[in-house]
């Protein structure tokens, strides 16, 4: 901070456990910075790394290296506070260097790290840990080559630092005034300390990079271009994959025949947490929701958004099939989960299925008969239109009740979970044995092509 210059600690200290390094050289008295990079994505949404509003102070101080920041707490003492995750990634780094002291560091997605230094103790975080948007990452310490309780705070692109955003605000901390420290010069004075209160109240979206693994190729995760997304649906037109995100309360589409180039449908102001989709007759149909009504769009009327009528529903919960030609829709309500027909004006009826997460549910098509999948008390449960949707235990326990997809495999069926950060594959031909498969995530839809199960997470 301002007034510590006891307090240094550059890029090259910490070492940022592979969050990269730019060259320096030095010619006569220039400095010979490398540019930054463009990322790979979009620059996230990220929030201040604090609980919601909390106002903490942002400074620097001359030798203290551009763009990293220090940050206190203006409401008292900042030791012991809890630090939050500025935006959804997967853990690099969690542990000790003399110069961070204990810390973590957080990639993002397409070319995005935040690193946050100097915790009191060890984080209670692990490298390869996903971890969300607010999610608690450590508590403020001072620990490393530090003079006082704060966080040390930084924001890279491509390895190579950056100004520092929050809930699309800069920070204003830029130079450190010194041509002398760190790999990066930004000319100019000691950028003046500022005060920004946090925004990391839980609504943000979390937009994560996407994911594709397949089952033929042990479940590697492989990024889909730099297409990000708070929740994705997925499904299968000839041998063409196509991918369905929403970012912000927009629907974008992406299709694997033409490079997943990810083009906006221009339907917006939905929730960021519902999305299905299905084809009937080779038109696509995208449904969402938007003030607790369902909405479809359909591909053959310009993905025209409109009402269903079918109201008071969850924004969190959300699956669709093809039924022998019949476009039918399942939400949750109260608790209950409810269907509602193309062929009966979207009637929006109890099943009689309750006590649900509103975060989660799925539905398939099963050799003719419509099958349910929820989540209760950590649970999966199935019900069927042949036994009167009668709700049964499947047995797949503790796991999280806000992801949930399921498909029939060549007459088996198959349902995905999420534990521990980790999705979860279970058979109904093996007992419902619920296997790790090592594929990380928070959210997950599936589909299969020629038999092989692909599963999209972010």
Known sequence: MTGLPARVLTSARLALAGVGAVLLAMVGAIAVVAAPAQAAG??????????????????????????????????????????????????TFAGWTNGGGWYVVIDHGGGWRSSY?????????????????????????????????????????????????????????????SPN??????????????????????QVSSNRQVYESGSHSGWQMLPVNSITGSTTASMVMGTNKLLYTVNDGRVYEAASDTGWRNLWTGISGVSNNALAVIHVDGVKYIYTVIGGMVHEAASNNGWRN?????????????????????????TVAGGMVHEAASNNGWRNLNSGIGGVSPNALAAISHQGVKIVYTVAGGTVHEAAS?????????????????????MDVNGVKHVYTVAGGMVHEAASNTGWRNLNSGVRGTTVSATSLNGVKILYTA
Request: hydrophobic letters at 30%; a neutral charge; one cysteine or more.
């Open 117 to 177: 230094a100097h915790m009191i103790e060890s984080p209670p975080v692990r490298a390869g840990q996903w971890v969300s948007t607010g999610q608690q990452i450590g508590r403020v310490g001072s620990t490393g080559n530090s003079t006082g309780p704060h966080l040390h705070y930084e924001q890279t692109r491509d390895g190579v630092k950056s100004e520092a955003y929050f809930n699309g605000v800069p920070s204003g901390i830029t130079s450190d005034g």
């Open 306 to 330: 409109l009402n269903t009528g079918i109201s008071g529903v969850s924004a969190n919960a959300l699956a669709a099939i093809n039924f022998n030609g019949v476009k039918i829709i399942y």
């Open 42 to 91: 979009p620059r996230p949404n990220f929030q201040m790394p604090f609980p919601c509003g909390e106002t903490w102070r942002m400074a620097t101080y001359y030798g203290h290296d551009d763009y990293d920041i220090d940050m206190t707490f203006t409401g008292g003492a900042s030791n012991g506070r809890p630090i939050l995750a500025s935006y959804a990634g997967t853990v």
């Open 181 to 202: 420290t760190g790999p990066l010069y930004v000319s100019g004075p000691v950028s003046s300390a500022r005060n920004m209160t946090s925004r990391n109240c839980g």
């Open 386 to 406: 042949n036994s009167g949707w009668r709700n049964l235990n499947s047995g797949i326990s503790g796991i999280s009740p806000d992801a949930l997809a399921a």
